[in-house]
């Protein structure tokens, strides 16, 4: 178990008196830290213990049916490592290393102050799940992070505090030909080698860096979420000298005092799928010899219209506001291409232009050029979502039109960028759920078209506004 910030810890408290029982559950219920069940006797706690997982358990000595030594010998004797406080009154000490002795954790006498008492026994609890869950060594800790990392089947590691590498699963030593052994307990960047081919900061060693420092180290954000995890894609070299592109998602995660712990990365290859394109601005066709080796960035939406009104001439305006009249009022859309693309010659980076220009050929049925009229939209103005939608669109009308799951792939990134951003944006999870439906996935569309219906009848729905300043 590992648990990330603050969580709510179950305690079951064993007393057979009943208003000792509601102002002690009272008491540790008003910090907002635990939930507290109460029972009246062991033998009601040993019926429900089947069914019912505590983080700890207090128990009374003194109970009328079982008393609390012998419910912990049964509680041990069936494997249950719940962690046990036995609670009495004083004069009682060789019961307490008996009670020690059997396995539990802690022991506290009763006294006249019932505040000190209470407030001792609520400390006591936090500390023995601290040490169950997470234990004092680092060894411990380390074991349950290699556990959570190994068990998933994404190429996945994790960092701890100083920077060194505490595990490695097979699925990345498969995506990095770099054993564990190679890796483990190594810091001081070398563990990024085999990403880059030289040291350089990863995803997981930015999580606490403003947006900002993780464009600089050449990332591109696709989402954020405050005390979470983020994910970005960037690009990197391979052992063999060869160019990749890298989806990474890396989180904290923290111990039960809000304390950060290891930070842990998921890495993708998405070299050679349509998801690159979203990032890299190149389609199937674009000239092996392009040179672009810094992805665009963009810390906030672009003033789409604005731009054009900028540094552009107006003549770039001008033939803009032409082909726009061409496309939508007249039709005409051949003519309304020509616009666009004088505009284009005048000022070759103006996404709205590439973006209009795109639904203008989508509307002629050239989804070939319409795709890469999105894509450079998408690559001047990554954070804008209609250019997004729009190419994730065009991105599943080929895959439909082609049966081409990878197509499909690459439309269900897009707009799992788009919900990213807007969440209650019904369209875009209906879209994926399509996609998944045309691949075969129909347990997995459901989830997608479920959200999609949900949005709908709660009518939050956010539609995909174009934006413009005129």
Same mark, same amino acid.
């Given at each position: 178990? +590992?648990?990330?910030?603050?969580?709510?810890?179950?305690?079951?408290?064993?007393?057979?008196?009943?208003?000792?029982?509601?102002?002690?559950?009272? /008491?540790?219920?008003?910090?907002?830290?635990?939930?507290?069940?109460?029972?009246?006797?062991?033998?009601?706690?040993?019926?429900? $213990?089947?069914?019912?997982?505590?983080?700890?358990?207090?128990?009374?000595?003194? $109970?009328?049916?079982?008393?609390?030594?012998?419910?912990?010998?049964? $509680?041990?004797?069936?494997?249950?490592?719940?962690?046990?406080?036995?609670?009495?009154?004083?004069?009682?000490?060789?019961?307490?290393?008996?009670?020690?002795?059997?396995?539990?954790?802690?022991?506290?006498?009763?006294?006249?102050?019932?505040?000190?008492?209470?407030?001792? $026994?609520?400390?006591?609890?936090?500390?023995?799940?601290?040490?169950?869950?997470?234990?004092?060594?680092?060894?411990?800790?380390?074991?349950?992070?290699?556990?959570?990392?190994?068990?998933?089947?994404?190429?996945?590691?994790?960092?701890?505090?100083?920077?060194?590498?505490?595990?490695?699963?097979?699925?990345?030593?498969?995506?990095?030909?770099?054993?564990?052994?190679?890796?483990?307990?190594?810091?001081?960047?070398?563990?990024?080698?085999?990403?880059?081919?030289?040291?350089?900061?990863?995803?997981?060693?930015? +999580?606490?860096?403003?947006?900002?420092?993780?464009?600089?180290?050449?990332?591109?954000?696709?989402?954020?979420?405050?005390?979470?995890?983020?994910?970005?894609?960037?690009?990197?070299?391979?052992?063999?000298?060869?160019?990749?592109?890298?989806?990474?998602?890396?989180?904290?995660?923290?111990?039960?005092?809000?304390? /950060?712990?290891?930070?842990?990365? +998921?890495?993708?290859?998405?070299?050679?799928?349509?998801?690159?394109?979203?990032?890299?601005?190149?389609?199937?066709?674009?000239?092996?010899?392009?040179?672009?080796?810094?992805?665009?960035?963009?810390?906030?939406?672009?003033?789409? /219209?604005?731009? +054009?009104?900028?540094?552009?001439?107006?003549?770039?305006?001008?033939?803009?506001?032409?082909?726009?009249?061409?496309?939508?009022?007249?039709?005409?859309?051949?003519?309304?291409?020509?616009?666009?693309?004088?505009?284009?010659?005048?000022?070759?980076?103006?996404?709205?232009?590439?973006?209009?220009?795109?639904?203008?050929?989508?509307?002629?049925?050239?989804?070939?050029?319409?795709?890469?009229? /999105?894509?450079?939209?998408?690559?001047?103005?990554?954070?804008?979502?209609?250019?997004?939608?729009?190419?994730?669109?065009?991105?599943?009308?080929?895959?439909?039109?082609?049966?081409?799951?990878?197509?499909?792939?690459?439309?269900?990134?897009?707009?799992?960028?788009?919900?990213?951003?807007?969440?209650?944006?019904?369209?875009?999870?209906?879209?994926?759920?399509?996609?998944?439906?045309?691949?075969?996935?129909?347990?997995?569309?459901?989830?997608?078209?479920?959200?999609?219906?949900?949005?709908?009848?709660?009518?939050?729905?956010?539609?995909?506004?174009?934006?413009?300043?005129?």
């Amino acid at each position: 178990m +590992i648990v990330v910030g603050r969580a709510l810890l179950s305690v079951l408290i064993i007393d057979d008196e009943p208003a000792l029982l509601e102002v002690m559950q009272a /008491f540790f219920e008003r910090s907002g830290e635990m939930s507290v069940h109460t029972l009246l006797s062991a033998t009601d706690a040993l019926s429900i $213990l089947p069914e019912n997982s505590f983080d700890a358990i207090i128990v009374d000595y003194n $109970l009328p049916d079982i008393n609390g030594l012998e419910f912990l010998k049964i $509680l041990r004797s069936k494997g249950d490592t719940t962690p046990v406080i036995i609670f009495t009154g004083g004069g009682h000490e060789r019961w307490a290393i008996e009670a020690l002795n059997n396995g539990a954790n802690f022991y506290v006498q009763k006294d006249e102050d019932p505040q000190t008492q209470f407030r001792k $026994l609520f400390e006591m609890v936090k500390t023995t799940v601290e040490k169950t869950y997470l234990g004092k060594k680092l060894g411990t800790t380390r074991k349950i992070i290699m556990d959570m990392v190994n068990f998933s089947l994404d190429p996945c590691f994790a960092i701890d505090s100083d920077g060194k590498v505490v595990a490695w699963n097979v699925a990345m030593e498969q995506l990095t030909d770099t054993p564990a052994g190679e890796i483990i307990g190594k810091g001081d960047f070398l563990y990024t080698i085999p990403f880059f081919g030289t040291r350089r900061k990863m995803l997981v060693n930015l +999580i606490f860096e403003p947006d900002e420092e993780i464009i600089r180290q050449k990332f591109m954000i696709v989402s954020r979420v405050a005390k979470g995890p983020i994910i970005a894609v960037t690009k990197g070299v391979k052992k063999e000298g060869s160019e990749w592109t890298l989806w990474s998602k890396a989180m904290p995660i923290y111990d039960m005092q809000g304390n /950060f712990i290891v930070s842990v990365g +998921i890495v993708r290859d998405v070299t050679g799928t349509f998801r690159d394109i979203v990032i890299s601005g190149e389609s199937p066709d674009a000239p092996e010899n392009r040179n672009d080796t810094e992805f665009p960035q963009t810390s906030k939406p672009v003033g789409l /219209f604005s731009k +054009i009104l900028g540094t552009s001439s107006g003549k770039a305006l001008t033939y803009y506001k032409e082909g726009i009249n061409l496309y939508k009022k007249e039709k005409k859309y051949e003519e309304a291409l020509a616009a666009f693309n004088k505009a284009l010659e005048t000022d070759d980076k103006l996404p709205l232009v590439w973006n209009d220009r795109g639904l203008c050929y989508r509307e002629m049925g050239d989804s070939k050029n319409a795709l890469k009229s /999105f894509v450079r939209a998408v690559e001047l103005a990554p954070d804008t979502m209609e250019f997004l939608f729009n190419l994730g669109e065009t991105l599943h009308l080929i895959g439909e039109q082609n049966m081409s799951n990878k197509y499909l792939e690459s439309a269900i990134q897009t707009f799992k960028m788009v919900v990213a951003k807007m969440p209650n944006n019904a369209d875009a999870w209906n879209h994926i759920g399509i996609c998944y439906k045309e691949m075969g996935q129909i347990e997995e569309s459901k989830l997608y078209f479920d959200r999609a219906r949900d949005i709908h009848l709660w009518k939050n729905y956010t539609p995909i506004i174009p934006k413009r300043d005129f």
